[in-house]
């Protein structure tokens, strides 16, 4: 199957600071990118979709200007959590698909603490 | 969006075969059936996926009922790698929820040496 990496694997930032996380498809080119949050013991929550060259549809109750996503190229998105707060510690996942919406790829996610 | 609703934990022996059952009572016409597994601190890896047929692949079997309101993974011969949560989301292939996957809690499968 096709090849999806986020960077960092694992980041610990102080509250009020920015953190960037980005995914990557490697060997195809992702039309759509999709950005989950998994807290501990739960399932995996969507938080926004994002098609190449235009703005990331949030779901409801996720906060666009907290979490900044831009999905510049085909083979890039990354995702920016504003101001941070240790309620946002959580494991951040990705996933990519190309025209073919029946297989999404996962990306090992990032595991992101908040001091 | 359609829902789906497993059972919260399975257990199974080695070398023993492994079914999954979950539920999508409301699904759609155009909602694909997928079954992803993850385990602990990674992505969900893609298992299987089907629409109405059941589907064979190198990892396992997919058994869809005639109503599409169940779908069964079939895990031939469980080994010890195969201990992980399991989850069955369907995948919109029409709508405004286009190729949205919407994950319920999942099963975690405990295999036994």
């Known amino acids: 199957g096709a090849v999806v990496s986020q960077h960092p694997s694992r980041v610990i930032c102080k509250s009020g600071t920015s953190v960037k996380i980005e995914c990557r498809s490697l060997d195809f080119q992702a039309t759509t990118m999709f950005w989950y949050r998994q807290f501990p013991k739960q399932s995996l929550m969507l938080m926004a979709t994002?098609?190449?060259?235009?703005?990331?549809?949030?779901e409801q109750g996720v906060e666009k200007d907290k979490f900044l996503i831009n999905h510049a190229s085909l083979t890039l998105s990354t995702l920016t959590v504003t101001s941070a707060h240790p309620e946002d510690s959580s494991f951040y996942i990705c996933s990519a698909s190309s025209d073919d919406y029946y297989e999404q790829y996962f990306g090992p996610g990032t595991r992101l603490t908040v001091t | 969006d359609a829902k789906t609703t497993q059972p919260n934990s399975m257990e199974s022996n080695e070398e023993e075969p492994v079914h999954l059952p979950c539920n999508h009572s409301?699904?759609?016409?155009?909602?694909?059936i997928h079954w992803y597994r993850q385990l602990p601190s990674q992505g969900p890896e893609y298992v299987i996926h089907?629409?109405?047929s059941n589907v064979n692949n190198r990892m396992a079997s997919l058994a869809i009922a005639e109503d599409r309101k169940s779908s069964t993974l079939i895990l031939h011969r469980a080994t010890l790698r195969d201990a992980a949560v399991y989850y069955c989301p369907l995948i919109n292939a029409g709508g405004t929820s286009y190729g949205k996957l919407t994950f319920g809690q999942g099963t975690i499968l405990t295999v036994h040496p």
């Open positions: 409301t699904i759609s016409g155009t909602d694909y």
């Open positions: 994002s098609n190449e060259g235009s703005k990331a549809t949030y």
């Open positions: 089907g629409l109405t």
